[in-house]
């Protein structure tokens, strides 16, 4: 892999747009969500961003790749605590389907550079 900085990444730099995202559609939340919602949804989306450059910085590909595992994995949380602010209308449906939109998209990203990188480890060309 050529890059040489984790903010090259577009994974990084979608997932920086989430936590942006993120902050400004909780900051919205009702003021008793302070500790629960609120505060989980945050953490989750700050791990994103955060496991892919802890990857970036290890000395193995297949660390790398562990730290991408674990980005999608709070990827998913996000999702799914999104989907929860939704039912609790704390969230419209037209802003839900922006974050999905995007968690979607950081998926596919997170996927396809864990595929290149596992590839790079065997030799394959992906």
Known sequence: MTTRNFRDLIAWQKAMDLVEEVYV???RFPRDEL?????????AA???PCNIAEGQGRRTSGEF????????G????VETQILIAERL???SA???EHFIALTAEIGRL????SSSLRARETGRSV
Request: no cysteine; proline share 0%; aromatic share 8%.
């Open 74 to 77: 709070s990827l998913r949380e």
């Open 35 to 43: 500790y629960g919602l609120t505060s989980q949804l945050r953490r």
């Open 46 to 48: 700050i791990s994103i």
């Open 94 to 96: 037209e802003r839900t």
């Open 65 to 72: 790749v562990h730290f991408l595992s674990v980005a999608h």
């Open 110 to 113: 997170l996927s396809g550079l």
């Open 89 to 91: 209308k704390y969230v």
């Open 25 to 27: 559609a909780s900051s």
